[in-house]
């Protein structure tokens, strides 16, 4: 969510190094100003500090070779996935490596008794699911973009179904990961919980490649449902909306998404993809279960609804019709750029309490008119997240100016309401002051265990925390 | 799950930082031998190392002057909730402070609407349901004892409701901790999710008092369920009872409770506690939800019992016979320790993929007959974690020897089979030598974070890792 090229001095010993990575990974290694580029261009607006090279490796033994040619170079490692990430993650200011895991794509182990999988950081939640079609057991996690699971456990991602099944953090039950010295380490086992010493898992969950490589995920699965039902309300106040989703939480309904569109994104919505939902506030919902389980859900939220203002309540189990609901939301974001042809998008990411929701959203709209912004917002109201997909142009730095500003209140009325600055996006380059405003007391800590296991700062350096003195 | 009472010579500055720290608390430190006794024994066999002094802290900032006073003079500090750890974790092997955060007992914050509470880390689960009794919600993590909510989240404590709720790894939320240097942090706000840095929260659930002392806990709540049913079900064979755990969770029944009781502990049970069981491995049972939902629920676990040669199911919403059936549940070690007067019980903790859970426990219950040991078994089987409790003659160490040799292999055979030497009890002292043969390959990780955030090595010295050279 930044755009910077950093002015820098070229990498001392960067010519042995790559020398030596040639004769490791031959035609896999690249430093061609094209594939650099594509290697540091996440999506939305991000940084665009392109590295010196780019090696796709194979293998877990290749990138301990390459880690310990880096480190013996003192050589910056950035892991690259799919380029998905939105706060310059995969940007390299201090140059060096871009490691691209995605030919590490192998699904190495499905034990569906057990409901978990193993597979290499390559393989992306839609390959995934794919490749697990048939065994009755599917993946959650759904960040929108097809993802790939190393750097979703690396940014600590969730999206539209963590309010029933979580997070990331929740999800992964084990990783194995290259350490900055070169050394292999495996996280856990395949057990469903531990006590034995320290959560590494966690440790290494959303440490954006800061502390080593990913290599392989163990994963959580589910089962199927049997049946699942969408659902989709509309709201004469965002309080009515939110007070829904608190009471239908309260309640113990097991609902598996329920999703905020604001009606400036629905207005966007019905312009552009043909729909006619109301132009209000409005719930998107999901229900997964039995036959009679959906149903007693989609109808005790409807009483809830009901209770607080909700109107055209209506609800479905036909694939076709929850498919076009749910693309309709996934859409968002693309439909808000055709609206706004030659502008970009800066999504915005804080989660509060969910009691908070409703206050922040309200003068956040509020501050947006006052300045002049237009930010449809698109929301994981379960959890207290939503996106304020402000629209931007990008090549006038005073627009920009003004946007960062207005990102830089919302996250001051989050952080006041007791949230954070980022609920599945990550840091990266991009949100490092906001850390330090939200972390400001444990910031050290956290730095002290980065110095701890990457002593030689090689790990994507430059992300997360600010660099000395500044 | 030790007893080991280590020659030491005594800390050469103990008796000034006593006198500073009596200045500080005035009665509320003690060296009394009787209590320094009782802040050291843990349930079942645990280790007996008395600290030097135990005080009693009352607030944060009497916390933050204790660590300084410690760090200044080199005192290991030993954090003490109820004493109900079984692994050694509040012995004091190199002597110190024994720090009872017990009056530390008061509910901070009941946010209803955002399900989640903000408590002192002396609050015992027991204490903290019934301070929220009206609220309609409830904290489900229960690991059996009446356990403190700082020493649950400090040892990554579970229990039986775990399948359905998570573990403390899931519902802590954030804490507040004082540091090895007297730094006070918050690991996190209230917010559901987040992905701004690492995760501290998840570094310091688990971390055994070896990183720092909690000081606050905020934690998930859920709505209590409209409805509650418990079921009962005898199986003739173990896998038969496996298979059915594996069927419930594949097909999404979110059962809240299934524990595995083998013959052995049934039998037990009828007879302490006037039962009339079929003497056969039996699941107990909890669902949670609407009438209709655990109705549902009840009738697919029924058919999948059946499908897995389960006979004699039967299922009650009525509260009493709820109670009693968990009652027995819980009062199974009692019982057991009732059955042989005078003998004391030994429990094991191993964790393994569900897959794995029928063969790890046939061959263990095979091992213990072959050893001549009584061991009934208790299991959080929806987890694949079960407990041996294995009675031991405390007075007799080649008896002594002879369980610890079967524990061993019980766990050797637990990682064999892709699982962890402990699912619940956590590392202390007792399962250090376990910690290397499931982690040697991370073990070097985890003390360069501990090294990192307690460099003079004071807080709970000695417990999950070998002391230097060992």
Redesign the interface.
């Known amino acids: 969510m930044v755009k910077a090229v950093t002015a820098r001095a070229p990498l001392p010993r960067l010519s042995d190094a790559i020398a030596q990575l040639r004769n490791l990974l031959g035609d896999r290694i690249s430093t061609s100003t094209a594939v650099c580029a594509q290697h540091s261009t996440g999506v939305f607006l991000s940084a665009n500090d392109p590295p010196d090279a780019v090696a796709f490796a194979q293998s877990t033994a290749e990138v301990v070779e390459i880690v310990k040619i880096c480190a013996a170079h003192a050589i910056p490692i950035i892991p690259f996935g799919t380029g998905t990430s939105v706060e310059g993650h995969i940007a390299a200011p201090m140059g060096g490596l871009s490691l691209d895991v995605s030919r590490m794509d192998r699904v190495l182990q499905v034990?569906?008794?057990?409901?978990?999988v193993v597979v290499e950081p390559g393989v992306t939640r839609k390959a995934l699911n794919s490749h697990i079609r048939d065994t009755?057991?599917f993946f959650p996690i759904d960040p929108g973009a097809d993802a790939s699971l190393g750097g979703m456990a690396a940014?600590?991602?969730?999206g539209t179904n963590?309010v029933r099944y979580?997070?990331m953090?929740?999800n992964v039950l084990a990783l194995q990961v290259v350490?900055a010295d070169g050394?292999?380490?495996?996280?856990?086992?395949?057990?469903?919980?531990?006590?034995?010493?320290?959560?590494?898992t966690?440790?290494f969950?959303?440490?954006e490649g800061t502390l080593g490589i990913i290599t392989e995920v163990t994963l959580r699965l589910?089962?199927i449902?049997?049946k699942t039902a969408a659902a989709v309300c509309s709201f004469k106040t965002i309080e009515g909306a939110v007070d829904t989703v608190?009471s239908t939480?309260?309640?113990?309904v097991?609902i598996a998404r329920i999703e905020l569109l604001d009606d400036c994104q629905i207005d966007i919505l019905n312009k552009q993809a043909k729909f006619d939902f109301p132009v209000l506030d409005t719930l998107f919902m999901e229900f997964?279960?039995?036959a009679?389980?959906v149903q007693?859900q989609a109808e005790?939220v409807q009483a809830l609804a009901s209770d607080n203002g909700g109107g055209n309540f209506t609800w479905t189990t036909q694939a076709e019709e929850r498919t076009k609901l749910w693309q309709a939301r996934h859409d968002a974001t693309w439909v808000d750029k055709q609206a706004y042809p030659g502008w970009d998008v800066f999504a915005t990411?804080v989660?509060?309490?969910?009691?908070r929701l409703a206050g922040v959203v309200t003068s956040s709209k509020r501050d947006a008119a006052d300045s002049g912004l237009i930010a449809p917002i698109v929301g994981h109201v379960g959890?207290?997240?939503f996106h304020m997909l402000v629209m931007v142009k990008p090549d006038d730095p005073a627009y920009l100016a003004r946007v960062h500003a207005f990102n830089d209140r919302l996250i001051g009325r989050a952080?006041a309401a007791?949230?954070?600055?980022?609920?599945?996006?990550?840091?990266g380059l991009g949100?490092i002051k906001?850390?330090y405003a939200?972390?400001g007391?444990?910031?050290h800590?956290?730095q002290?265990?980065?110095?701890?296991?990457d002593p030689q700062n090689i790990m994507n350096p430059g992300k997360?925390f600010a660099p000395a003195g500044k």
Chains 1, 2 share one sequence.
């Open positions: 034990n569906t008794e057990d409901l978990d009755g057991l940014t600590r991602a969730s963590a979580g997070t953090r929740e350490t050394g292999v380490i495996r996280t856990g086992g395949r057990a469903r919980k531990s006590s034995a010493g320290y959560d590494l966690r440790v969950v959303g440490s589910y089962g449902p049997e608190i939480i309260q309640a113990g097991p997964h279960g039995t009679a389980g007693e005790m990411d989660c509060v309490p969910i009691s959890d207290g997240n952080l007791g949230g954070t600055c980022t609920g599945e996006h990550g840091i949100k906001h850390l939200e972390h007391d444990s910031v800590v956290m002290a265990i980065k110095r701890a296991l997360i």
